[in-house]
């Protein structure tokens, strides 16, 4: 369907929208199959637990519709198609969700065209969010990890190695850790970028190994592909060479932690959020998760997202009573702030759209017989995207 069409479709969608009751629709995409498919449900596990936690914060009568569809991991045009779909059939109000960079760069231009806000739970480019000013995010950028991760590496190590998946996050992530690192005055040996899907771990770690780093810096997507990263740095022996393992959160990702073994003990990363935070926020989110989930289940950094993203659009259908009009609720969006996240306090930045968050630095320990990301110390406080700050100068 042509571009224009849908803008015309979607004011007919916003007419019946306004003659029906106060059911407001969240057309929600995510990732229930290929790679990495597992992580959809962590995002939209945490929607729902929202939901049912605060529907009664709700103005009386409004009720939430999640329309969930399946993107089946990296696939743009997958994406595109289903937000399509979402819009003109399912006359959403919002859009939401999104894993991979490239579905949301797909989904951005509708979000404008068709004027629908589209929150983004995970997806994190830096660039992502200037793509449509229907754009907030409230899950992180790669740059406010790894650029801080950068600075602190080089107070520890003398040389780095770099490895990322050869896709947005990964450019931003080598980017961000390559620009930190060396103002630090650190020395990057190399940097390498692998297939996304697939890729000869086995080839790669031995080029890693032979430079003779002290730390690898690795990005990958969470989910399986980190553990496969965990797998291939301890067989091939990569920590027997006395090479550190560092990283975005994304690499030690608390869900995989048990899958990793104690493969991962000792890995050194800079992450927004951590299911072991002692905070009391998170330890009520958790609480809550395993009271509605079971006890052997642990939300992630994608929980997290997912759950203040949905705290975000319940604020802008709290304040406009339920009856969304797009450009209030980017308003809304643009000034929501909470003191209360799992991951501690978080605000959208006005001026980007994007979160402004703590970075933690986390190493992997076992805590009562359990792997986990055990924040050390807060090593960046309230970190807009440092990408957008270097873009103004
Ligand atoms: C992304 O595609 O933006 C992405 C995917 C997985 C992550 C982080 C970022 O862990």
Redesign the pocket.
Known sequence: MKLRKIAAFAALALAASAASAQTIKIGFITSYSGL?GN?GPYMERAVRLYIKEHQKDLPPGVKIELITRDDTG?NPDKAKQLAQELIVREHVNLLAGV??????LAIAPLASEAKVPFVIM????SV?TTKSPYVARTS?T?WQSSYPLGEWAAKKFKTAYSLVSD???GWDSEEAFAKGFEAGGGKLLGKVRVPLQNPDWAAYMQRVKDAKPDALMV?????KT?TAVMKNFSDLGLNKAGIKLIG?G?IT?DEELPNMGDVALGVLTVHHYSAAATRPANKAFVAAWKKEYGQNETPN??SVGSWDGTAMIFEAIKEQKGKLDPDKTMEIFKHWKSANSPRGPISIDPETRDIVQDEYLREVRKVNGHLANVELETIAKAVKDPWKAMQKK
């Open positions: 990495n992580l990296p894993i991979f960079t490239p579905n949301a995970n997806a994190g480019t992502i992180f790669l896709f947005g996050p990005f990958v997507p969470a989910g980190a975005p994304d990702t950094f994608l």
